[in-house]
């Protein structure tokens, strides 16, 4: 199975503030078709996760445009340019690339 | 608007089954595929199986081969996920989701159900 790694588990972040998760993958997530099915899910506190990003940086529909997506193979990045209190919750990477689907570990955004 | 509804909370002997269902509504249920995964309490996300709620075709994680069964009913826009032989560390909150064409990923999920394995 493809091993999502992500960093850092923890993040504490100031309101206001940006904050980053990197995500890497223990093989390359770009498939034959020539897409990269890397994902970015939002976890609030006693929710289900929610979809933010799709394809790398493709935000999805509602997603405030403080959350952006990038990176290529095996490196990807969520980025958060200002950091509000609804964000507290836990960011999980995924890939769809390979079989069977595989998520990161988890990294929990709290305020400072 | 899109939504998936689960069934509620079970509590489950070991060595038991446990049937969770998911109803669809606000969208064609046979045009996308219904994935189920599973977070045990305190932990991530774990992807089981998908079913094409078109043709009915599925495919499980080998980690969960012959014991976990997904089927569904396109007259009741319903996807259902059966777990057979639990253990305690079967515990967990199960999630169905729906995948689409387009993000090819979880673009809405179920709220959850818990399921408890308890002697």
């Known amino acids: 199975d493809i091993v999502m790694t992500q960093t850092p588990l923890s993040s504490p972040v100031t309101l206001g503030q940006p904050a980053s998760i990197s995500c890497r993958s223990s093989?390359?997530?770009?498939?034959?078709?020539?897409?990269?099915?890397l994902s970015w899910l939002q976890q609030r506190p006693g929710q289900p996760p929610r979809l933010l990003i799709y394809k790398i940086s493709n935000r999805f529909s509602g997603v405030p445009d403080r959350f952006s997506g990038s990176g290529a193979g095996t490196d990807f990045t969520l980025k958060i340019s200002r950091v509000e209190a609804e964000d507290v919750g836990i960011y999980y990477c995924?890939?769809?690339?390979?079989?069977?689907?595989?998520f990161g570990q988890g990294t929990k955004v709290e305020i400072k | 608007q899109v939504q998936l509804v689960q069934s509620g909370a079970e509590v489950k002997k070991p060595g038991d089954s446990v049937k969770v269902s998911c109803k669809a509504s606000?969208?064609?249920?046979?045009?996308?595929?219904i994935h189920w995964m599973r977070q045990a309490p305190g932990q991530g996300l774990e992807w089981m199986a998908w079913?094409?709620?078109?043709?009915?075709?599925?495919r499980y994680s080998p980690k969960f081969q012959g014991r976990v069964t997904i089927t569904r009913d396109t007259s009741a826009s319903t996807a259902y996920m059966e777990l057979s032989s639990l253990t305690s560390e079967d515990t967990a909150l199960y999630y169905c989701?729906?995948?689409?064409?387009?993000?090819?990923?979880?673009?809405?999920w179920g709220q959850g159900t818990m399921v408890t394995v308890s002697s």
């Open positions: 093989q390359s997530l770009v498939h034959s078709d020539g897409n990269t099915y």
């Open positions: 079913i094409d709620a078109g043709n009915g075709d599925t």
């Open positions: 989701a729906r995948v689409t064409s387009v993000s090819a990923t979880f673009e809405m």
């Open positions: 995924t890939q769809a690339t390979h079989f069977p689907r595989t």
């Open positions: 606000g969208y064609t249920f046979s045009g996308s595929p």
